[in-house]
């Protein structure tokens, strides 16, 4: 039987401001199983973000179960929940959110540097494994600045998947790039994919929601929509060298 990753049972989160309630989410229900692609979509304000959030454990639903692994971690205490992220989460981010003054080796490891369970050698092995497949080892001295968007971008994969995540979260990671590199890192996410991770993203665009297999439709806090689709990624089953 395919394990469950994650499974959402009528998660709802209420945004409170003054005299105002905010429903983002309005009973959630969801299953996401290993190696699964899925792509979150809908139109600005719908609530995928939000739903991203509460995936990321960034966030705490106000009402509703969120299990992860099989485990209860809707109502875990900051500390906890900051835990679990730095080992069973990896993010992608649309601003890429690499640290300036650090290279690009010590962006991947830092990450992993708060796991007690790592030993400084792990650590290096683990980032420069990370790197060597998103083609990025030849840049491990070099600092964001000194690189592309893609190449950033790539990095920021790295930084998701070195610590070897059971899910895999990625928030618009296309956005901020030009129509090759975006190209380029849908084709990275496909070949991660195809190695057996698990990937939950959310898109606005429709071309790169066709990669995945499994669409979901978030319209006002709620899924109106959930199919499996034929991903379109038979052109992009290797890398691309940025």
């Not at 983002?24 to 139109?43: C, D, H, M, R």
């Not at 499996?228 to 038979?234: E, F, I, L, T």
């Given at each position: 039987m395919t394990q469950c990753v994650l499974q959402l049972n009528n998660l709802c989160k209420v945004f409170y401001s003054d005299d105002l309630e905010?429903?983002?989410?309005?009973?959630?229900?969801?299953?996401?199983?290993?190696?699964?692609?899925?792509?979150?979509?809908?139109?600005?304000?719908?609530?995928?973000s939000t739903l991203l959030s509460l995936l990321g454990l960034l966030d705490t639903p106000t009402s509703g179960s969120y299990q992860l692994a099989g485990h209860e971690v809707s109502n875990l205490t900051k500390p906890q929940r900051a835990q679990i992220r730095n080992k069973q989460i990896g993010f992608i981010f649309q601003s890429f959110n690499l640290i300036s003054d650090l290279d690009v080796m010590e962006n991947v490891e830092l990450p992993l540097t708060y796991r007690s369970d790592l030993t400084k050698s792990q650590v290096k092995q683990m980032a420069a494994e990370a790197l060597a497949k998103v083609?990025?080892?030849?840049?491990?001295?070099?600092?964001?600045?000194?690189?592309?968007?893609?190449?950033?971008?790539?990095?920021?994969?790295?930084?998701?998947?070195?610590?070897a995540p059971s899910l895999i979260l990625a928030d618009e990671p296309t956005g901020n790039l030009d129509s090759k590199n975006a190209h380029d890192v849908l084709a990275l996410l496909d070949q991660l994919h195809q190695e057996g991770a698990t990937i939950c993203m959310v898109t606005h665009d429709p071309r790169s929601a066709q990669r995945a297999q499994r669409n979901i439709e978030v319209l006002d806090g709620r899924i109106v929509s959930d199919h499996?689709?034929?991903?379109?990624?038979?052109d992009n089953a290797q890398a691309v060298n940025l």
């Open positions: 905010t429903h983002a989410l309005n009973n959630i229900s969801l299953q996401v199983f290993k190696q699964e692609y899925i792509a979150i979509s809908g139109p600005s304000g719908s609530g995928k083609n990025m080892s030849h840049r491990t001295n070099h600092y964001p600045s000194q690189l592309s968007g893609g190449q950033q971008q790539r990095v920021a994969i790295a930084r998701a998947i070195a610590g499996k689709s034929q991903p379109a990624n038979a």
